[in-house]
């Protein structure tokens, strides 16, 4: 079956750093665009940065420019989120999701889209609070 599960969450105080993980089992996630999501109660679901299958490409939400960094290590079939400086509307679940169509995270300057993902892992919490 097609799985995949993020790490990584955890409590940090604002402007600390956490690193999530999104690893991959039952397919190879060098094959499609990776999206990071979250979700905050009460809240919709919100696109906060890609990379396309190639890995040339990445998008982030304006809310974390500068602040978050994807990347993808295919040999361990993992994508990470590097999260710096948080703050505490950072508090969210973080959801990892991969795309099968491979013009996802290329053709568009936006951050990613919920309707653009088929695979979704279940989620990892991060609070950022003192």
């Not at 991959?24 to 109660?41: E, H």
């Not at 974390?64 to 989120?81: E, M, P």
Request: hydrophobic letters at 30%; charged letters at 15%.
């Amino acid at each position: 079956q097609l799985q995949l599960v993020e790490s990584g969450g955890g409590l940090v105080q604002p402007g600390g750093s956490l690193r999530l993980s999104c690893a991959a089992s039952g397919f190879t996630l060098g094959n499609y665009a990776i999206g990071w999501f979250r979700q905050a109660p009460g809240k919709e679901r919100e696109g906060v940065s890609c990379i396309s299958s190639s890995g040339y490409s990445t998008k982030y939400a304006d809310s974390v420019k500068g602040r978050f960094t994807i990347s993808r290590d295919n040999a361990q079939n993992t994508v990470y989120l590097q999260m710096d400086s948080l703050r505490p509307e950072d508090t969210a679940v973080y959801y990892c999701a991969a795309a099968r169509t491979r013009s996802v995270c290329v053709l568009a300057s936006h951050p990613p889209i919920t309707g653009e993902y088929d695979y979704w892992g279940q989620g990892t919490q991060v609070t950022v609070s003192s």
